[in-house]
């Protein structure tokens, strides 16, 4: 059976800029950070029987140490960075490929964050983030990745291997991929920003952030009931709270468990 763990990088505040600042609740409030989204970020890590899994790769900053939060919280978990075998990337907005690279004062360059693993994106989401004037993009990293020749492009839908399938969905952006794991009995769900955190299931809305928020809203719905009616194991990259969790549905309506 398939372990999991979440990643937990902490609460940040974002406003227009698209700058991630931290946000701790003891010590900031709310009132300093005007017009902001207040975002928990959780890459998630997966062992199963024949690979140890990377799902999106969180902001990428380091800790008092010095040291990328990432690769310490993926220590914390029994592993080492170069343990990963596969990096699954829903898109590429950078608040999910941060941790993709690292950098510290011991290094005058920033280096590649998982040297033994095959990054699996999906091309036409790579295109847009080299062609699109966005902020949400970083193509720094992206050239430092492209340049490892570690990475796997996709295209639409499919299967990684028997047990990993793969499949656009659009909606946040425009070419978004969420992906299926099967692990002998068990099925794991990971809907990147398609299914962000349980609060967007228990509550029907348009996400004005959302390349299509009609579409979103409208595919959170649809996953949401798949999980419940076929019991997966969901993993919720901007979940407060239960970032591991199943969904109940009872024909009205859903709760988290």
């Known amino acids: 059976m398939a372990k999991i763990f979440a990643l937990n990088e902490g609460c940040f505040s974002v406003d227009a800029s698209k700058k991630f600042i931290p ?12 017009a902001s989204l207040f975002i928990h970020v959780q890459p998630f890590l997966i062992e199963t029987q024949q690979d140890l899994i990377l799902i999106d790769a969180g902001l990428g900053f380091n800790n008092e140490m010095d040291t ?3 690769h310490n919280n993926i220590r914390k978990a029994g592993f080492e960075p ?26 005058g360059d920033s280096r590649l964050s998982f040297t033994h693993a095959d990054y699996i994106i999906q091309e036409n989401e790579w295109n847009v983030a080299y062609t699109q004037a966005s902020k949400s993009y970083n193509t720094t990293i992206l050239d430092i990745l492209h340049r490892s020749g570690n990475i796997r492009f996709v ?9 990993i399938s793969f499949n656009i969905t659009g909606g946040h952006c425009e070419w978004h991929q969420v992906f299926l ?8 769900f990971f809907g990147g920003d398609i299914l962000p955190e349980p609060e967007q299931i228990l ?32 993993l919720f990259y901007h979940a407060k709270d239960k970032p591991i969790s199943k969904i109940g549905f009872d024909g009205n309506h859903f709760n988290i468990y």
């Not at 946000?23 to 005007?34: C, E, L, Q, T």
């Not at 990096?87 to 490929?97: E, G, P, Q």
């Not at 295209?155 to 047990?163: A, K, P, Q, V």
């Open 23 to 34: 946000f701790n609740a003891d010590i900031h409030h709310s009132k300093d950070r005007p």
């Open 68 to 70: 990328l939060i990432l």
């Open 82 to 107: 170069e343990d990963v075998s596969l990096v699954l990337l829903s898109h590429l907005h950078f608040d999910h490929i941060g941790g993709l690279i690292f950098k510290t004062s011991s290094f």
């Open 155 to 163: 295209n639409g839908n499919g299967n990684l291997t028997d047990d």
């Open 181 to 188: 794991i099967k692990d002998g009995d068990e099925q794991i």
């Open 203 to 234: 509550r029907r809305f348009l996400a004005k952030y959302d390349f299509d928020p009609k579409k979103a809203m409208l595919l959170r719905e649809e996953y949401a009931k798949k999980a419940a009616d076929e019991g997966w194991t969901c």
